[in-house]
Structures are given as structure tokens and as C-alpha cells.
Nanobody, 124 residues
Framework: QVQLVESGGGLVQAGGSLRVSCAAS????????MGWFRQAPGKEREFVAA????????YYADSVKGRFTISRDNAKNMVYLQINSLKPEDTAAYYC?????????????????WGQGTQVTVSS
């Protein structure tokens, strides 16, 4: 069982930066692939980024490539999403997710555990 708690969301001006964090419970965090998803009002939840259990591999949605960076600190049971050059269309609730895996997990329906989300709002 893994519990995930996101934090770090807020209201930011376009062009600014923000780092959202996800704290995970449990002693086997380094066996879980992690991902970030987001859901904008009136839209379906979409994949943003994923990272392997070791942190050595990452994958991004085309829409965020070059602006978002996913990272993790297995000693602290934390995963992060650094968001730069924020755009109004980045406004969404951001969710972290976990699934026990050896590699990357991309598909939403493969993730086992989900956090409650943190809201990021970008003003123009």
C-alpha cells in the first residue's frame, strides 16, 4: 500500500516557474515507477511525465517536453515536477501516481496508486 500526497500548487503568472512535489509513504518507494498527470476543468486527465524506479529514465508528453522536468529522491520518498515557462493552458489539477514496475509506466490505467492532486493556476 502506497499513499501519495501532492503539494506545491498555487497561482502563478504566465512565464513563471513552479515545483510541485509528491510525498510517498512506505519503505519500498524505489520499486515504484512514478508519474504525473493533470486534469484541466472540463477535460479528461492526461499524462504529463513519468520516471523509472531508479530515476534513470524519464518520459514526457510532447506538450510539456522542454518545459517540465520530473525527478525523484528515493532517500526522501519524494517525486517532483519542475514546471518552467508556465502557460495559461497549464492550469490544471496535477496528480502523482505510482505503480510497482521495473521500467516506465505511461498509461493512466496501469497506475495503482494516486494522490489527491494539487491545483496549479496560471494567470495571463
Amino acid at each position: 500500500q502506497v499513499q501519495l500526497v501532492e503539494s506545491g500548487g498555487g497561482l502563478v503568472q504566465a512565464g513563471g516557474s513552479l515545483r510541485v512535489s509528491c510525498a510517498a509513504s512506505g519503505r519500498t518507494f524505489n520499486t515504484y515507477a512514478m508519474g504525473w498527470f493533470r486534469q484541466a476543468p472540463g477535460k479528461e486527465r492526461e499524462f504529463v511525465a513519468a520516471i523509472t524506479p531508479s530515476g534513470g529514465g524519464t518520459y514526457y508528453a510532447d506538450s510539456v517536453k522542454g518545459r517540465f522536468t520530473i525527478s525523484r529522491d528515493n532517500a526522501k520518498n519524494m517525486v517532483y515536477l519542475q514546471i518552467n515557462s508556465l502557460k495559461p493552458e497549464d492550469t490544471a489539477a496535477y496528480y502523482c501516481a505510482a505503480h510497482r514496475s521495473f521500467g516506465l509506466v505511461i498509461a493512466e490505467n496501469e497506475y495503482t496508486y494516486w494522490g489527491q492532486g494539487t491545483q496549479v493556476t496560471v494567470s495571463s
